[in-house]
C-alpha cells in the first residue's frame, strides 16, 4: 500500500511570476511567465523562454572583467566555455561565453559576484507559485483581477498548468492564460477546464505567412481555437495580434482574422498589440541574434484605422 502523502509535488519550470499587470487581462493580475514555446516567431520578445530547459544568461554590461575580479575563470566551468578577449594592456577583459559549448549547468552562476550571470528558469512546485500569486489577493478583490500564466507557450506543461489553474480556483483567484495555441488538442482540453479567460494569438491567417514569420503553419493552431470555442461555450475567448508593420498589419489580415472570430460568441473581443523592440537585449544574454533590427512600430494612423474596423465587427462604434 503507497503513502500518497509522500508523492512528489508536480512541479514545473517558471521563468518569471511579475506583480501589478494591468495588460494581461481584467484588472490587477498576477502573471507566471512558464518557460518553453512551439513557434518560432522572428520579432519575439521573451526569447529566454523558448527553450523548456533552464538556460544560463550573461550580462556582460555588469561583468567587471578578469583584472577586478576573474572568478568564473579559476576553473569552474567543466566545459572551460569561459574565456576572456582582452588581456594585457587591452581595455576589454571581460568574459565571454561559447555558447556552442555550454550546457546550462549554472555552475558559474555562484562565482560571479556582480550577478553577470544568472540562470533563465527555475522549478517551482503548484504551492510555491500560488503561494507568492495569493500575496496579491487583495488588489485581485479590488479591480476584478487574478492570475495570468503564459510564457512561452503555457500549455506545453499541460499536467502543471492544469494543477495550478485549478489550485488557483481552489483559492478563489480567477485565472486566464495568454496562449498561441500551437499544442496538442488534449494539452488543451485538460487545461481549459480550469480557465476563466483565454487570451489567444492569431499572428498570421494565410499558412505559408506563419510559417515563414514563425516558424510552423497555422493549421493546428485554426483547427484548435475553433474546437476550443466550440468545446468550451462558457469561456470568455479574447483574441489578440501582435501588429508587425510589414508582416500582419495589412487590413486584409485584420479583416480574414475578424471573419473567422464573428461566429463564436465566446470570442468577445479582439486586440491589437503594436510591436516593441523591449526584448531586443535579452538576444545578447543568451548568446541569440535579433532578426528584427529593421523593424518599428506601427504608425498612429495604421492602428487607428485598424481598429477602427474591429470596433465596428463588435458593434462598438458610434
Not at 39 to 50: A, G, V
Not at 111 to 117: D, K, M
Not at 224 to 229: E, G, P, T, V, W
Not at 281 to 291: N, R, S, T, V
Request: charged fraction near 25%; include cysteine; glycine fraction near 8%.
Amino acid at each position: 500500500m503507497h503513502d500518497n502523502s509522500l508523492k512528489e509535488p508536480l512541479r514545473g519550470l517558471i521563468l518569471n511570476i511579475q506583480h501589478f499587470c494591468t495588460h494581461d487581462g481584467p484588472g490587477i493580475r498576477t502573471t507566471v511567465f512558464l518557460k518553453g514555446c512551439s513557434l518560432r516567431c522572428k520579432w519575439c520578445s521573451n526569447p529566454e523562454s523558448i527553450h523548456l530547459k533552464p538556460e544560463l544568461a550573461h550580462n556582460a554590461g555588469k561583468c567587471i572583467g578578469e583584472k577586478q575580479c576573474g572568478f568564473c575563470l579559476k576553473n569552474v566551468c567543466p566545459e572551460s566555455a569561459i574565456y576572456v578577449v582582452g588581456s594585457g594592456d587591452r581595455p576589454d577583459d571581460k568574459v565571454r561565453i561559447n555558447w556552442d559549448l555550454c550546457t546550462n549547468c549554472g555552475k558559474c552562476i555562484p562565482a560571479c559576484p556582480t550577478n553577470a550571470l544568472y540562470l533563465f528558469g527555475e522549478e517551482m512546485s503548484v504551492d510555491q507559485v500560488l503561494d507568492e500569486v495569493e500575496q496579491d489577493s487583495a488588489f485581485y478583490r479590488e479591480s476584478g483581477g487574478g492570475m495570468t500564466v503564459s510564457g512561452g507557450e503555457c500549455q506545453l506543461q499541460p499536467d502543471f498548468l492544469a494543477a495550478l489553474l485549478a489550485g488557483a480556483h481552489e483559492r478563489g483567484i480567477n485565472t486566464a492564460i495568454e496562449t498561441a495555441s500551437n499544442v496538442p488538442w488534449d494539452f488543451m482540453e485538460k487545461v481549459l477546464a480550469h480557465v476563466d479567460i483565454v487570451l489567444h494569438d492569431i499572428k498570421l491567417t494565410d499558412p505559408e505567412r506563419h510559417k515563414k514569420w514563425c516558424g510552423v503553419d497555422n493549421t493546428r493552431i485554426r483547427a484548435n481555437l475553433k474546437r476550443a470555442y466550440e468545446t468550451f461555450p462558457d469561456k470568455k475567448f479574447i483574441a489578440r495580434t501582435p501588429l508587425i508593420p510589414g508582416v500582419n498589419d495589412d487590413e486584409e489580415h485584420i479583416r480574414a482574422t475578424l471573419a473567422f472570430l464573428k461566429p463564436h460568441k465566446n470570442v468577445t473581443d479582439y486586440e491589437l498589440l503594436p510591436y516593441h523592440r523591449f526584448g531586443e537585449g535579452k538576444y545578447e544574454f543568451l548568446g541569440a541574434i535579433y532578426e528584427m533590427q529593421d523593424f518599428t512600430s506601427p504608425d498612429p494612423e495604421t492602428l487607428k484605422r485598424l481598429r477602427a474596423i474591429i470596433d465596428e465587427a463588435f458593434g462598438r462604434n458610434g
